[in-house]
């Protein structure tokens, strides 16, 4: 491999692994910049949206340029900090492109699914905790966490099935707001700290930072897409929502 | 003791979220006690009587500016603890219950109830990024300071 194939693969994999698992566009440009300022290239440009990015420098007079289309997947901070740490390692000079090369590709091969049930353990714990806050007992914090475990469960179907959209946040909320209610009259639960607790883990927290921290830089448009994003999210949930609420009135009228 | 649940309920909460969003394991711990502090501190002052979203403001502020110095402190990304000092206070019951009364066909309390979640979700950016820009400033500041 030339050396100037092997800057751009650096580069690239560094940039598409922050967008790929949530990190900020201003993170993925100035992740870009600094690498390919270490590595001693030239005239070193980049312009990442949410879903693409786009690279070129020089090197020797030669000019090497990419265009690349992300496309996001399930949100790994551990790996948008471990990228982190590979730039800061090359800027201070204690990584060379092959090495920095080789470790990017090992951040890549490790699969997110491998924390699969913990992170369904997490999940309930999450919606457990936040039922606790909404003034639930006992009983609500472990219905809300099941509620969780098996809306979590069905996206991982979802994901193993390549089905994920944007449908998967409204059923997801669908199947927060369903179940509690259709257990209510067996169990008489908060069902207001239950349901509200289970919606939780869907609610756009990252979204909205992400918009913040690129809108601060200056991005608008990375910014603008951020909030949008995070608007429709919650907007999605609130739909799911509405729409097990309604159904389960008008089976109620019905029955 | 309504301070304690509180505060054990918000730690719970963003724990599970720091694992479900994939963040570095030494951080779990730390950003959660970001979370928690930010939250206690929103909760006290709704205790004195501070109105919800200026409520809300303070907290999402001293979460982010307690967020960034633990980001810098750890040589992690801030977005790891900026993300998870405010996951506490997204607006989930005020959104469902402006959900419930819109299904029960009361839009005028649906609609409030829709309007105040989305202050509350203006109030959680308005205030990460004020401490996004203070954390700017101050780095400005001591950059030109230490190039003078």
New interface residues.
């Given amino acids: 491999m030339t050396d100037r194939k092997m800057y751009m693969d650096v580069l690239r994999l560094a940039g598409e692994t922050i967008m790929e698992n949530g990190g900020e566009t201003y993170r993925v440009e100035e992740t870009v910049d600094r690498m390919g300022r270490a590595f001693g290239l030239e005239e070193v440009q980049s312009f990442a949206v949410p879903s693409g990015l786009i690279i070129s420098f020089r090197l020797n007079g030669d000019s090497e340029s990419s265009v690349l289309r992300v496309r996001r997947g399930s949100t790994d901070l551990e790996r948008v900090d471990q990228v982190n740490q590979i730039s800061r390692l090359v800027e201070a000079g204690k990584m060379d492109c092959a090495r920095a090369l080789e470790q990017l590709r090992e951040i890549r091969s490790r699969k997110t699914g491998e924390r699969q049930y913990p992170t369904i353990l997490a999940a309930g714990l999450s919606a457990a905790g936040f039922c606790l806050m909404f003034g639930g007992a006992w009983m609500d914090w472990i219905v809300s966490a099941g509620t969780v475990a098996v809306q979590q469960l069905f996206f991982l179907w979802m994901r193993r099935k390549n089905l994920q959209s944007m449908m998967t946040v409204v059923l997801g909320a669908f199947l927060a707001t369903l179940i509690p209610q259709a257990l209510q009259p067996v169990l008489g639960l908060n069902q207001e700290a239950v349901i509200a607790g289970a919606l939780m883990p869907l609610l756009p927290g990252l979204a909205m930072t992400n918009a913040v921290q690129d809108a601060l830089r200056g991005d608008m448009i990375s910014g603008v897409s951020h909030f949008t994003q995070a608007i429709m999210t919650a907007g999605l949930v609130a739909g799911g929502a509405l729409t097990a609420t309604t159904l389960l009135n008008v089976m109620g009228g019905v029955l | 003791m309504h301070i304690l649940?509180?505060a054990?309920?918000?730690?719970?909460?963003?724990?599970?979220?720091?694992?479900?969003?994939?963040?570095?394991?030494r951080a779990w711990i730390p950003a959660s006690l970001v979370g928690t502090v930010a939250f206690v501190l929103y909760d006290l002052l709704l205790s004195m009587g501070i109105t919800s979203p200026a409520a809300i403001f303070l907290g999402a502020l001293f979460g982010s500016l307690i967020g960034y110095l633990c980001a810098w402190r750890m040589?992690?990304?801030?977005?790891?603890f900026?993300?998870?000092s405010?996951?506490?206070f997204?607006p989930?019951?005020g959104?469902?219950?402006?959900?419930?009364l819109?299904?029960?066909s009361e839009t005028g309390g649906g609609a409030r109830q829709?309007a105040e979640?989305m202050v509350a979700?203006a109030m959680?950016?308005l205030g990460?990024?004020m401490g996004?820009?203070l954390v700017?400033l101050v780095k400005t500041q001591v950059s030109a300071w230490k190039h003078r």
């Avoid at chain 2, 040589?75 to 790891?80: E, F, G």
Wanted: net charge positive; aromatic share 10%; hydrophobic share 60%.
């Fill in positions: 649940k509180m054990v309920a918000s730690f719970l909460g963003t724990f599970g979220f720091a694992i479900l969003l994939h963040a570095p394991r040589q992690m990304i801030s977005t790891v900026m993300s998870l405010i996951v506490s997204v989930g019951l959104l469902y219950r402006s959900m419930e819109l299904a029960r829709g979640a979700i959680i950016v990460l990024g996004a820009f700017r």
